[in-house]
């Protein structure tokens, strides 16, 4: 009987390992069909998380602090700690301030920067880390493509040669195109930067889902730029009873009359879109 019961322990054990490792299996090698695009609600900043179908990242911003780690948790695995780019728009604490963190946490690729550069004491931790790990560094400049999968690109509209000295004005602005889904993320940029755009290329601006510049400040979205990107939806990144008043009463109004549904993390939450390069849906919150 002791032997039985020995033996049938065993086999269970067995049974339990096999299980294991077939659902193991089915995490580590599953591929979506679907592009993700999260919008994160980190507080008083932008934070995006980009992942392509074959399990490329891409993370542009990261919030004011630590918080990105909480919630860019709910969108990898815990056995991920890879991220394949990072691109910080530019050097403003909202936009870096979860870096460190993110580098210390995580392997990253590639960082991408403006190259504009701060006193500041977290853009000092921000360089530090990226020579401390030896990470890979590239000065964005307009016209260069990351090539994400099958059909699926993002895109540098800026800046160019033209850096522009105000900080904001020196925002990477980037395009993600899947199909026929695209998104334009425009960092902090201001009107002077939606002018040059326009006038370089107008009809590149059009897209379906626009990240708000500036957190909907009134600095930001002007008519021609709000009339050739014609977007669907508008998501504006912005904390709770901030102390800027954004979004801006103005800028809301300017969206609603342009025909464009308007989601906002302070009272959404993250905001997370799912493209298959035909449809694009949001993802139920």
């Known amino acids: 009987m002791r032997d039985l019961k020995k033996n049938i322990g065993i086999y269970s054990l067995l049974v339990l390992l096999s299980i294991a490792v077939f659902v193991w299996g089915v995490v580590f090698y ?8 999260a919008f994160l609600d980190i507080g008083q900043g932008d934070a995006i998380f980009i992942e ?17 780690l909480s919630e860019i948790s709910k969108l990898m695995p815990f056995y991920d700690r890879f991220i394949d780019v990072v691109i910080a728009t530019h050097p403003d604490a909202d936009h870096i301030g979860g870096l460190p963190d993110i580098f210390k946490r995580y392997k990253v690729g590639i960082v991408i920067d403006p190259g504009t550069i701060s006193e500041t004491t977290i853009y000092k931790e921000f360089e530090k880390l990226i020579d401390e790990k030896g990470l890979e560094r590239l000065k964005a400049r307009r016209g260069m493509r990351l090539t994400l999968g099958e059909n699926i690109y993002l895109i540098f509209m800026f800046p160019d040669e033209n850096i522009f000295g ?3 004005d020196s925002s990477i602005v980037t395009k993600l195109v899947y199909g026929d889904s695209s998104f334009l993320f425009m960092g902090d940029a201001e009107r002077r930067t939606e002018q040059y755009l326009y006038t370089l290329d107008k009809e590149a601006l059009d897209a379906d889902i626009l990240k708000v510049g500036h957190h909907g400040s009134k600095t930001s979205t002007s008519d021609i730029f709000l009339e050739a990107v014609s977007p669907d939806i508008a998501i504006i990144q912005v904390g709770e009873k901030n102390r800027y008043g954004h979004p801006h009463d103005v800028v809301l109004k300017k969206l609603q009359a342009a025909g464009a549904s308007v989601l906002r993390t302070d009272i959404d939450g993250s905001v997370i879109f799912h493209s298959d390069g035909i449809n694009l849906w949001e993802v139920s919150r």
């Open 30 to 37: 599953v591929e979506r069909d679907y592009l993700t695009v």
């Open 52 to 68: 392509a179908p074959n399990g490329n990242q891409i993370l542009i911003d990261a919030g004011p602090n630590k918080k990105i």
């Open 166 to 168: 105000n900080k904001n």
